[in-house]
């Protein structure tokens, strides 16, 4: 067929958009077409400036030469070749950087396509390790309210998000949630960890004292990002972190949103001094320009399973394109950047000018809270009666249409630039969204 003979349409119905209102995009579509440093450029050359890095995940920016050049390169070497029972350097190499990066003594690295099969991954893992430590009876696991987890059935049913649940029946069974960790009367407009809600990881005493010794694991998000922004209050995570420990139960750090130096440190463990035994990435690790995530898990989590196991396959899981040849090469181009423009470095030094930016906004009419940790801020909006979601979604479109990418789940506005951002960004993106948020009826 000639390119003549190339039906050309613009047609916008074959694609079932993700998580969209596909009715409402495919009446006014909002398109990007380009996209280079901190901005994207639509169709018609209008440029946006990124506010969400992507979807919190090009950290390094967009269109990295050094990234783009690895991947070429490695496309033209080897397309493809399988991990299961082979391997090739590349994926080694991947791990052996993302290792270097991880906190101490989680060392392990299992490669994934993305944050939901990383979630499922994890969990798995989780149950592997207490069969292999002749706990079989460990099969119930606890996520938390408004914890996001992706969209495999595993995370989807640890994840506290009943939305995402109510379309789809049967959920994991054994699972279990703690409260979620907002206190919007005793902690509104907290700058980094909120004074108030340590109390709330007892809730998993509760649970042990009613399950015993049948929780097999505790998953959470460091700093919970797609349900609005929710930064754990202090001594919160070390809490959680002393119940596992005392109990057997292992801890899972989501951290697919705070790795790679989003709140200032590799991961947000670091930051928040709290070190995870299994913990899950994805979007940071290769830049976004090529799909893949990772579980890393902590030596013992590994070789109870690995060790453990006499001859033979000793995790029953993995998939085709584990630690694919074009994502690794990526993830390692990755790595050296993130290494040698210091990513978390410069979120450090960028997280006060943007925080003091971020709660600026305290007093615009409808701003209720603004909470914030790295870079990373959520700006909740006062609901217009009725209509949950309907003022955010509208200024959302208002800043996108001033030129400015900001991100919008339920009323709240979340913000998790590039790490690259320079302080005229901030600027702008915290000035068009101020106008925004005036312009819109409440
Ligand atoms: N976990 C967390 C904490 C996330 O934020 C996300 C995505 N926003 C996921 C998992 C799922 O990742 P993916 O969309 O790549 O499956």
New binding site residues.
Partial sequence: MNEMQIPRRNNLDAFWMPYSDNKYFKSTPRMLARAEGMSYFTPEGQEILDGTAG??CCNAGHGRREIVEAIQKQAAVMDFAPTFQLGHPIAFEAAARVAEITPEGMDRVFFVN??????DTALKIALAYHKARGESQRVRLVGRER??????FG?MSVGGIGGNRKQFGAQLPYVDHLPHTHLPAQNAFAKGQPEHGEHLADVLENLVALHGDTIAAVMV?PV???TGVLVPPKGYLEKLRKICTKHGILLIF?????GFGRIGTNFGSERLGVTPDIM?M??GLTNAAV?M?AVATSNEVYSTIVDGMPSGIELFHGYTYSGHPLASAAAIATMELHRAEDLPGRARTMEPYFEEAAHALRGTPGVIDVRNMGLIAGIELEPRTGKPGARAMEVFRTCFDEGVLVRVTGDIVALSPPLIMERPHVDRIFGTLADAIRAVPA
Avoid at 114 to 119: R, V
Avoid at 254 to 258: L, R
């Fill in positions: 979807l919190w993305s944050g939901s099969e990383a979630a914890g996001y987890h992706g969209v495999g995370g998000e919970a990002g797609s989501d951290e697919v949103i705070t899950t994805a979007k799909p995530g």
